[in-house]
């Protein structure tokens, strides 16, 4: 069972902020910012490539309720999700990074040219 399967299981403890039948948010455990929340479906999707138009919808309506819970909706955040080997994705359960609670940098994101032909 992946990591974030336990976690959705409980056998690996987590900060919980809203959770529902079929989502759970919870803080990340190595913030990149002053409020860093990982938001998952219940259900194991091995990336953003794979989930369903009907699923992601309920997902943005939950992204959204963990804003307004946290008190980000006004003051702003961001919305990631690292997608794969070139994403940066590193644990292979779906999961939306919701960062804010200060202005967010606009990262340097690769060493390739990004007039770069591939
Ligand atoms: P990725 O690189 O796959 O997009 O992001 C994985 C995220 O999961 C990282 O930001 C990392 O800090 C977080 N993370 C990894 N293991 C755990 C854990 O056991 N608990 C929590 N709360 N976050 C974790
Ligand atoms: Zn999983």
Request: with cysteine; hydrophobic share 40%; aromatic share 8%.
């Amino acid at each position: 069972m992946c990591l974030f399967c336990k976690i959705v299981n409980k056998e690996i403890p987590s900060n919980i902020i809203l959770e529902n039948d079929e989502f759970i948010a919870f803080h990340d455990i190595n913030p990149k910012a002053p409020v860093h929340i990982l938001a998952i479906p219940k259900l194991h999707i091995d990336s953003f490539n794979e989930i369903k138009p009907e699923l992601m919808a309920k997902m943005s309506s939950f992204i959204q309720e963990i804003a307004n819970e946290v008190k980000i909706d006004k003051t702003g955040y961001r919305v990631i999700t690292n997608v794969g080997d070139n994403g940066g994705q590193e644990v292979q359960h779906l999961h939306f990074h919701i960062l804010g609670g200060a202005k967010l940098k606009w990262g340097h994101f690769s060493d390739a040219d990004p007039q770069g032909h591939f």
